[in-house]
């Protein structure tokens, strides 16, 4: 508990964040650890048995056989962010499955699109360097400040993104509860989302549906560390579509990604 002190330090000094620790509290306070740790143990095992790689993934959903490296596709951009986020000295939570959402987003002509969960920005910048081939297209980001990070880092939220790519894109700067609303009502329709901010069952359960709902037929659904828990395996299931799960490898061993298209 005591080691806990900062963080509620952290909370109390970011008042319009307390709602978010409260659901924080009340998600831990719902399952003990060995249940935790046991939903853990079926998610992964759920994922492991029908995960593909990423290029395998991306063929099956798109029948595109050729995938490169958006590091390769787009150096300068690339080497840019890495310099700006070494710069900023800060640990930045992310980056997610980068090459699924960029050739998910071109596959669907993305021009309208919403992501939750910010950090550095690597995914807004990939989501970013598709939609930017369309005039008029918007990428709304929602994040809060990673709970207990520095004001640096509190200001370095989206920082992989370069001036040329912000005329499309908005970043609400809330939690998911607040901010998810006001990005729905702005893009009431969406192509594509990508879900990677409250990892909780609770919070997976509070905004899967919303962001399904506004997704237009043939529009995909992205969630990253889906092996987190059993949320995504239910949401699947209660949207009666058979999702695609891509394994990568990674400093934090082996994670899984969901993806769903809407029928
Ligand atoms: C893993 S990082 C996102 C990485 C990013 N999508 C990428 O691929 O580069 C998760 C982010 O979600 C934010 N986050 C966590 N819980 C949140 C919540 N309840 N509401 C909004 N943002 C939240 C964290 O502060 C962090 O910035």
Redesign the pocket.
Known sequence: MINKLPLLWWYLRHPALLP?LF?RVWSRLKFTRTDREALKREAVQWCAVRAVLTVAAIKQITGQNHVSSLDEIFSEHFAWAHRRITDSGQK?????N?ELIYYLAEYVQAHKAI??????????L?FLLSLSKREGSLLIS??????G?SKIAESS?GC?VPSSLKKFWQLIE????R?LPVALKLLPSIDIC?Y????SVE?RMWAYPRLWQALRPGGIFIS??IDDNLAFRDFSVSVKQQPVIIKSEGAMGMRYTGVLVKP
């Open positions: 978010d659901h930045m939570p992310g980056g997610g980068l992501e939750t969960g910010v950090g550095a920005g690597w995914s807004s990939a929602t994040s809060m400040p990673y709970p990070s939220i992989a809330k939690p998911d509860r901010a990508h990677d901010s409250d990892k919070g990253d560390d």
